[in-house]
Nanobody, 113 residues
Framework: QVQLVESGAVLVQTRGSLILSCAGSGFTFGNWPMGWARQASGKGLEWISR??????YYAESVKGRFTISRDNAKNMLYLQMNSLKPEDTAVYYC????????WGQGTQVTVSS
């Protein structure tokens, strides 16, 4: 059974930084592309980053500020978030981006000024 468990909700200030984590289980972590997506209130889902065997993509909205990383030996995925803006406020989801998507429970990130 594939499971993805994310770190808890976070409140940070504008220009602040934080790291989200995602712990995977039930699959061979290193064999699957992993990514992060977010959904702001009243907005559609936005894919922001993806890693597939070291090939990394970022959405324009986060490029240069966010960094995806993974530790396959520990079944962990991370998202380093720097220079945060109020527009980054959203629920962030860790995703196993295989043929069938598996989602974490979501992490509420609130960026306040």
């Amino acid at each position: 059974q594939v499971q993805l468990v994310e770190s808890g909700a976070v409140l940070v200030q504008t220009r602040g930084s934080l790291i989200l984590s995602c712990a995977g289980s039930g699959f061979t972590f290193g064999n699957w592309p992993m990514g992060w997506a977010r959904q702001a209130s009243g907005k559609g889902l936005e894919w922001i980053s993806r890693d597939s065997r070291g090939i990394v993509y970022y959405a324009e909205s986060v490029k240069g500020r966010f960094t995806i990383s993974r530790d396959n030996a520990k079944n962990m995925l991370y998202l380093q978030m720097n220079s945060l803006k109020p527009e980054d406020t959203a629920v962030y989801y860790c995703i196993n981006d295989g043929r069938v998507h598996h989602w974490g429970q979501g992490t509420q990130v609130t960026v306040s000024s």
